[in-house]
Each structure stands twice: as structure tokens, then as C-alpha cells.
């Protein structure tokens, strides 16, 4: 899970594991925790039962979701995909799924499509549930993008705003080297 991660961010985000409720992130009946980062924009952990996204309608008035998950992490923290699937179907909440490992050559290849995704649901109106599985690594790192390549937030100043709301650890290398890829990152956030 680490393995795209420096030493500094493989431990911090240990440290952030070790100092959640083990069941939080891996095991059934976990709990769901999320932070607001605009005013329709929430980041957490994946919803895990109907009830919880029912929770997230009542709480947060969400009207769309973006699942970072793949299909291995679902199966890793024994997720019950198919009845989460369709209740989707039948309820007013529009799922977007767009895949992503924890690895840096896929990250760095795919945020900027999550990103673009997330601003695309932003600019319709929704109000955006985005989740990884524990919701400290990938959806923050998205989050951290959005704020930077489409609002125009200095890149620290969004992983400030970003970590002070969600205790979380983004992948940050792989961020700026996409959104350098794009040719969207600041020359100042760039060294340069």
C-alpha cells in the first residue's frame, strides 16, 4: 500500500493507521468517517453498507460519489459491492467509479483524470463524496489536486487545508509529477 509512498510519507501514513480504530480501514463493520473540504465537497472512508450511504444523503445532502476503489481493494476489506452497486441504481445518488492503485506510475498516469472528474461533477451542481478506501491516501491527494489545478490554491496551501480538515497522507509525488505532466503546476510549486 506504501509502496509509492517515500519513507517520510510510508511512515506518516503508518502513524495515521496506528492511530485509527483497526476496523476503520480494514474489517466489516467498520466505521465511516469523513471531513468537509468545501462546501460540496466531502472526503472519507468508502461506504461500507446501504446505511451509510443513506447517512451520507441525510448528513451531507450528497447527491453524487466518486470511488477511487479498485476492484482488489474492495475484495481486500471483504466489501459487499453488488448490493452497494444497486442501490446506487435506485437511489438519487450518481456513481462515478474511477479505479485507482496505490502504485506511483498508475497514480501519476490517472489523477489528473480523477481530478477532471471530480471538477466535472463540482461543475454540475453536485455535491461529491469522494473516497478511497480509508480515505487518507488517494482522496486526499485528488482533493489536494482539485483545489490546486482547477481553483487556483497555491499547492501547499491546499495539502494545508486538506490535512487540517482530514488527518490523511497524499501522494504528493506522484500529484505534482502529474500535474506536471498536464502542465498545470504552478512554476513556484515547481522549484522553479
Known amino acids: 500500500m506504501c509502496s509509492s509512498r517515500t519513507p517520510q510519507q510510508a511512515a506518516e501514513f503508518v502513524l495515521i493507521c496506528q ?6 480501514c480494514r474489517f466489516p463493520g467498520a466505521v465511516l468517517t469523513y471531513a468537509q473540504i468545501l462546501p460540496r465537497l466531502f472526503i472519507g472512508s468508502h461506504p461500507r453498507t446501504i446505511d451509510d450511504i443513506e447517512r451520507l444523503r441525510r448528513e451531507v445532502a450528497m447527491t453524487a460519489i466518486l470511488n477511487l476503489q ?8 471483504i466489501l459487499d459491492w453488488p448490493p452497494l452497486e444497486a442501490h446506487y ?9 474511477v479505479p485507482i492503485v496505490e502504485e506511483q506510475v498508475e497514480l501519476r498516469a490517472k489523477l489528473y483524470n480523477c481530478i477532471q472528474t471530480l471538477s466535472q461533477l463540482l461543475a454540475e451542481g453536485q455535491t461529491v463524496y469522494l473516497h478511497c478506501t480509508a480515505g487518507i491516501g488517494r482522496a486526499p491527494t485528488v482533493a489536494i489536486g482539485y483545489l490546486h489545478a482547477c481553483l487556483g490554491w497555491e499547492l501547499d496551501e491546499a495539502i494545508a487545508h486538506v490535512k487540517l480538515v482530514r488527518q490523511c497522507a497524499p501522494h504528493l509525488e506522484a500529484l505534482r509529477l ?13 522549484g522553479g
Open 178 to 190: 502529474s500535474l506536471a505532466d498536464q502542465g498545470v503546476l504552478k512554476s513556484a510549486d515547481n
Open 89 to 97: 441504481k435506485t437511489c438519487p445518488v450518481l456513481l462515478c467509479r
Open 19 to 24: 492511530s485509527m480504530p483497526i476496523e476503520m
Open 70 to 77: 479498485t476492484d482488489d481493494d474492495m475484495r481486500t476489506v
